[in-house]
């Protein structure tokens, strides 16, 4: 239940599973009191380091299965699959007329990959799986054709024959009245037992056709394989004894269970990063820092998002190559983290990423084949990074990492070691500033308004160089930097949106029909939430609306002011729209009729909160030790910190270690560091 007060206690377990390591945080509830651990993911089998993971932190705190009464999970299989390009083999059922909107698409070149021409990519579903069937729908919704069953009848059948696993169905203005595809869909069950079906009015019904059916096509691209793993992972959950519902993570920062997204996959598909961007601002509101850019950097990549006071949605993402136009987090990510590959490019240039040595072999360091230098081996050659991970657990090789170093970078550059080092930190601290910069400035914000949060197994290592290259004062290192994604998910609502396109012009005469159609969605989601059994003291439901000046092309969403469609709803919401466009874009035209396009409705359940842990009081604290580090200035004699022997209070200056478990933060010369009441690191950096 959503109160945690049945059998099973208050104990909730988070697991992060990341390309290179899986973060497990289990929580009581009731006093605060947590334990971590940190297992090796398993790419062939990612529910196994979900169970070992579980097993493991369980045995750490020795409490048991049984006393578990939640399991939440962020997880990159729809992501990966996504990227991979590795999904099932899917067919489309659209209206007569649509059969090429996928291959169609948008006539955009995205300038990046090629300044004159550009090569689309291969769609998730081919056009030789897609079949049409005679039906359509005017944009209001008034029927213009009957749907022939015949032709769903025919479709099934070539369906079969193709061998396809799962069906899209997608028909034109089915946003305005899914009579058309559910009907569509019934007969398709009824034809093809045991295939799995996917309706567009129920993964995104809103207009645009290609963003529709490519949403569509992607969850049903990636239903079967999300699917095995939620039952995979539940499968190992009863084998464990543990008997906790399980909640995943969901792209627009809420929870759903199990089921929910094994029909509905593709809601996943940024669901790790989304725990950490929801991780950070519960602590950041705790710590009092509502204005965060988060810097979450892992073995294989680095997400960046804004915070202020809340993150920031956008219907307008995109996982790899393909437009994703569901509700998230807006979260950029690029392809540098501790295993980012260096290299030198034909051409002479040092390069660090996106190729990555995942976690095998991993870096060069780890010993496990890998040969290839990457921005772990980097760090650990300068003495920045200790010679020794997780506790002790991972040995370091520091001599394989500097002739790896030295062979492929240096000597093709013509420098010495430790210039080379500092040059590939450097390329990738750059490539993740100029990430920033894209949430940031060109979303309107000044990035020296904001504090950086890094987290991740590599983010407080990288932070104080980012952090000088934006400007930027203030760092907040979290008490758990590795495991903050997992901590997320202890953060994070139960969630789900429902949405609708009305295109209705401001101003209106009569504002019944945009009240009857909030209402509506309104209904839905506390249908929604009855459903999932959320008490109401813990429910909320927010709207938005996404408008746009008459003629424009695209929507800004603003929050609706209150849950009431009138007219002085309407008005401060029209008001919201010229604030918003003006921060953007410098302007507002208050004098063009603005277009309410699309509606949606946020359902959130809150799940009972942990109890906070306060960090012990400073004591007489002292160096563990002290390690070479190779500073600009030359060879230095570093000290290294403890963080669990850091009160609250604890000054550390800069340079300096400080080591924990789940992660190692890096303080430059010149940065201090004050451990705040809840065990965060407030790092304050120079000016200049």
Same mark, same amino acid.
Do not use: C
């Given at each position: 239940m959503m109160d945690g007060t049945d059998d099973?206690?208050?104990?909730?377990?988070?697991?992060?599973?990341g390309g290179t390591f899986t973060d497990i945080v289990l929580v009581d509830r009731a006093s605060g009191q947590r334990w971590q651990a940190k297992v090796s993911s398993t790419p062939d089998d990612r529910s196994r380091a979900f169970a070992e993971g579980i097993a493991q932190v369980l045995s750490i705190a020795g409490r048991s299965p049984a006393e578990v009464s939640h399991v939440l999970h962020g997880t990159t299989v729809a992501t990966n699959v996504i990227l991979e390009q590795k999904g099932a083999k899917a067919g489309l059922l659209t209206t007569a007329g649509l059969r090429h909107v996928l291959e169609i698409g948008r006539h955009d070149i995205p300038r990046h990959a090629?300044?004159?021409?550009?090569?689309k990519p291969r769609r998730p579903i081919p056009p030789e799986h897609v079949r049409e069937a005679r039906e359509r729908l005017a944009a209001g919704g008034a029927v213009v054709e009957a749907l022939v069953e015949q032709d769903v009848r025919d479709a099934a059948a070539e369906f079969r024959r193709l061998g396809v696993e799962v069906v899209a169905v997608c028909f034109l203005h089915s946003y305005a009245d899914p009579t058309h595809e559910r009907r569509a869909g019934a007969i398709l069950a009824e034809e093809? #037992?045991?295939?799995?079906?996917?309706?567009?009015?129920?993964?995104? #019904?809103?207009?645009?056709?290609?963003?529709?059916?490519?949403?569509?096509a992607l969850n049903a691209y990636v239903m079967p394989a999300v699917a095995t793993y939620v039952r995979r992972i539940e499968d190992?959950?009863?084998?464990?004894?543990?008997?906790?519902?399980?909640?995943?993570?969901?792209?627009?920062?809420?929870?759903?269970?199990?089921?929910?997204?094994?029909?509905? #996959?593709?809601?996943?598909?940024?669901s790790g990063p989304a725990a950490g961007v929801v991780g950070a601002r519960a602590l950041g509101l705790r710590a009092g820092h509502p204005k965060l850019i988060t810097l979450d950097v892992g073995g294989t990549s680095a997400d960046i998002s804004l915070i202020d006071g809340e993150p920031r949605?956008?219907?307008?993402?995109?996982?790899?190559?393909?437009?994703?136009?569901?509700?998230?987090?807006?979260?950029?990510?690029i392809g540098a983290g501790g295993g980012s590959i260096a290299r030198v490019s034909p051409e002479g240039a040092l390069l660090v990423g996106p190729a990555s040595a995942g976690a095998m072999p991993g870096p060069v360091a780890y010993g496990r084949g890998g040969v290839e230098p990457t921005l772990t081996d980097a760090n650990l050659v300068l003495g920045r990074l200790p010679p020794s991970l997780l506790d002790g657990a991972i040995t370091l090789d520091v001599d394989a990492a500097a002739r790896a170093i030295e062979t492929r970078i240096a000597k093709p550059l013509g420098m010495d070691l430790h210039a080379a080092a500092r040059g590939i930190i450097a390329v990738a601290d750059n490539a993740m500033a100029g990430a920033i910069r894209v949430v940031s400035v060109q979303r309107g914000h000044d990035p020296v308004d904001f504090a950086l949060l890094p987290f991740g197994g590599a983010g407080p290592l990288q932070a104080g160089a980012i952090?000088?290259?934006?400007?930027?004062?203030?760092?907040?290192?979290?008490?758990?930097?590795?495991?903050?994604s997992a901590e997320g998910l202890l953060a994070a609502p139960l969630r789900n949106e429902f949405s609708r396109t009305v295109m209705m012009r401001a101003p209106i005469?009569?504002?019944? #029909?945009?009240?009857?159609?909030?209402?509506?969605?309104?209904?839905?989601?506390?249908?929604?939430?009855?459903?999932?059994?959320?008490?109401?003291?813990?429910?909320?439901?927010?709207?938005?609306a996404g408008m746009r000046y008459m003629h424009q092309g695209f929507e800004l969403y603003v929050d609706w002011p209150g849950r009431a469609a009138d007219d002085s709803g309407l008005d401060e919401a029209i008001n919201r729209f010229h604030a918003e466009h003006e921060r953007l874009y410098t302007f507002a035209q208050r004098d063009t009729p603005v277009e309410i396009v699309t509606l949606e409705v946020a359902a959130l359940g809150t799940l009972p909160g942990p109890a906070a842990e306060a960090a012990p009081a400073a004591g007489p604290g002292a160096p563990s030790t002290h390690l070479p580090v190779h500073l600009e200035t030359g060879l230095a004699r570093v000290p290294v910190w403890r963080r669990d022997a850091l009160g609250a209070g604890a000054t550390v200056l800069g340079p300096a270690i400080i080591v924990q478990m789940d992660a190692t933060t890096y303080l430059h010369p010149g940065d201090s560091a004050v451990m705040d009441a809840f065990g965060n690191l407030v790092v304050e950096v120079p000016a200049g």
């Open positions: 099973r206690g208050t104990l909730s377990v988070a697991v992060d599973a090629n300044l004159y021409a550009w090569q093809l #037992p045991g295939i799995p079906i996917t309706l567009s009015s129920e993964v995104l #019904p809103v207009f645009r056709e290609y963003e529709r059916s490519m949403a569509t190992r959950l009863k084998a464990g004894g543990i008997a906790a519902p399980l909640l995943l993570m969901k792209s627009s920062g809420g929870v759903i269970r199990g089921e929910g997204a094994a029909r509905q #996959p593709v809601q996943t598909a940024l949605l956008t219907s307008e993402g995109k996982v790899g190559d393909w437009p994703l136009s569901l509700p998230m987090i807006d979260i950029h990510t952090a000088r290259l934006l400007g930027m004062r203030r760092i907040l290192v979290p008490a758990s930097p590795g495991v903050l005469a009569d504002p019944a #029909p945009l009240a009857a159609a909030f209402g509506a969605l309104d209904a839905e989601a506390a249908a929604w939430l009855e459903a999932e059994a959320v008490p109401a003291s813990a429910r909320e439901i927010r709207w938005r």
